[in-house]
DNA sequence: CGGCATCCATCAAGATACTG
DNA sequence: CAGTATCTTGATGGATGCCG
């Protein structure tokens, strides 16, 4: 659908997409997450919306999966270099809403 | 469905929504725009989503709309001192965009 | 524990036509 | 020129259940 090139589009559909920028946020503060933990750091997003998410960032390059094949399951989300350099828009959107948004 | 206060998400609401980064951007590069000229920098947003885009954006306390009651009608979007408040935002956004995303 | 598959409701966005 | 109205469709997200 969108054909032209357009920077701020592109960047916007990465960390768009409902939760993908709290994600981002809550791993780049709270440092590598287990599925679990991402769960209850961002409650109100559902498990299967957060496997999807998860997948897209990954897929996109921001964030990286490791998984340990031990029983139980577990899994380890990091942010990839690509991931640490939206860390500075990350928090200056996120400061930006303290300041402007009310709630 | 968000219950939590989240300034990421609140931010994004107002900035995403297909185009509406854009808009932010192009007026503030541009400078005070028409529909048309909107129309002419942004075609691949159609009239009708533009529209919507704008009104939102107003409702939101980005633009401003000025209405010249002339014939042919006349319209003038500008940014608000909060909309202005994004743009450094914005543009880190876009700077971003152009260095990590290929098109 | 960390998911994926399925079904379903909602919504965002395109196409087209019309108006002050 | 600057929109609005209507209709339709594809994508998005919730709920639930299953599986390694």
């Given at each position: 659908m969108v054909r032209k090139d357009c920077p701020i589009e592109n960047t916007l559909k990465l960390i768009n997409g409902k939760w993908k920028s709290v994600i981002i946020y809550q791993i780049s503060t709270h440092g590598p997450c287990h599925f679990s933990e991402l769960q209850k750091l961002i409650?109100?997003?559902?498990?299967?919306?957060?496997?999807l998410q998860l997948k897209d960032l990954e897929k996109a390059g921001i964030i990286q999966k490791q998984v340990y094949s031990e029983v139980p399951l577990k899994t380890e989300y990091t942010l990839t270099e690509v991931g640490e350099s939206l860390i500075p828009i990350i928090k200056s959107i996120n400061q930006w809403g303290?300041?402007?948004?009310k709630n």
């Open positions: 409650p109100d997003c559902s498990k299967r919306l957060l496997a303290e300041k402007y948004t």
